[in-house]
């Protein structure tokens, strides 16, 4: 643990390593839950190609994988995200999806036609993988293309240690509306290279996006389709990690679609695949956690929701982005009382970016989830 901690030192923001390193300690209490990191598939997961070298097999036990694989993984993140400016990744990650037509139109396909198109999709995906190609994202994720973000923010350090680590199933995480947990999502995906070799992000409705990702035209037949390529993907050597953000809105699973869940992470568990559900509320995440047994759960990284607000330098940079980006002079607005009046007013403060946005522009006053907005004065002089 020693080398860990000289390790997150030599970090230039002493608060991103501390909160990294809590990571990795809350996980290691959580062990026996993971199986030593060990799950179906996971030794399964190297062998599509030998240029995958990032792929870690993860059959070692104990504290040491946890920090190798959260240290691993915060590698692959940061060196990504300096090489490429977020709207750049954007469009490499967009290239690395099937861009195959719909083939299946018709519910009562026979199951060698939904065969031939899964093997199809499978295909797709370990040319990708072959071709260095392995991150991949669709949907609303597609079009988020500010010029640039902030990076290091808790929940995608929170990102960053789920995707590195080998499971198998559905691992769910939480964090409040508002947070900024679509790009810090984005920021994140390459450290699924740590435990699988091909990791995809779909942004947008659960049923809408999966139908999306197969090339069918209905939910049926993507629910059908997936058993088949996620067995497929096992036998071509490729696991992967698919990350479902924006999927669930509410509070609680109804129950045709906790059938439709139970379903689709039985399938993706048994072929050593991960699914991992982002979603706003702590009683949503618990609700998928309790489908199945031990091929569901709520992250052992998860911490309290308002862990994930952004600290005072995150949300000092976020300012100097946005006045930027609407060409005000950072000199014509009092940064540090706009910095005040934009914090979250309650027991646990901080900040959250898209109450940060609404106040500049709107003078809408940061709020607690469910609190009353009240309108203050933006230029604060």
Not at 289 to 300: D, I, T, W
Not at 340 to 367: F, K
């Amino acid at each position: 643990m020693r080398s860990i901690l000289v390790i997150f030192a030599m970090q230039s923001h002493r608060r991103r390593a501390i909160f990294a390193l809590v990571l990795v300690l809350n996980a290691s209490v959580h062990l026996h839950d993971l199986r030593g990191f060990v799950q179906p598939g996971s030794l399964r997961t190297t062998h599509a190609d030998s240029r995958c070298s990032d792929v870690v097999c993860g059959a070692s036990f104990g504290r040491a994988a946890g920090a190798a694989a959260l240290n691993a993984g915060m590698a692959l993140v940061e060196n990504f995200n300096k090489l490429f400016e977020f709207s750049t990744g954007v469009q490499k990650m967009r290239e690395a999806l099937p861009t195959q037509s719909i083939e299946v139109k018709d519910e009562k396909s026979s199951e060698d036609v939904l065969s031939h198109h899964a093997q199809q999709l499978c295909t797709k995906i370990v040319c990708a993988v072959k071709n260095g190609e392995n991150l991949g994202i669709s949907g609303l994720s597609e079009h988020r293309q500010p010029a640039k973000v902030v990076d290091g923010v808790p929940f995608e350090l929170l990102m960053t240690a789920v995707l590195a680590v080998n499971r198998s199933g559905c691992t769910a995480v939480h964090a409040e509306p508002g947070v900024g947990k679509s790009i810090a999502s984005l920021r994140a995906l390459p450290a699924g290279k740590v435990s699988k070799n091909y990791t995809v992000l779909l942004d947008g409705s659960f049923e809408d996006e999966l139908t999306r990702f197969f090339r069918v035209t209905n939910f049926n037949l993507a629910r059908r389709v997936a058993r088949l390529f996620f067995a497929f993907l096992e036998k071509a050597g490729v696991s992967m990690n698919m990350v479902l953000d924006n999927c669930m809105e509410g509070d609680a699973l109804s129950e045709e679609m906790k059938a439709d869940w139970i379903a689709l992470l039985k399938a993706a568990y048994q072929s050593g695949h991960h699914l991992v559900a982002v979603v706003q509320s702590e009683t949503m995440a618990q609700s998928i956690a309790n489908l199945n047994g031990a091929r569901s759960r709520v992250a052992p990284e998860q911490l309290a929701t308002t862990k994930y607000r952004w600290t005072k330098e995150q949300a000092q940079k976020y300012l100097a982005l946005m006045l930027e980006e609407r060409d005000i002079q950072p000199e014509s607005i009092n940064q540090e009382q706009f910095l005040i009046n934009a914090s979250i007013r309650d027991a646990h403060g901080g900040w959250l970016p898209v109450q940060m946005r609404n106040y500049l522009d709107n003078a809408d006053e940061p709020r607690p989830p469910g609190a009353f907005t009240v309108k203050l004065c933006v230029m604060c002089q």
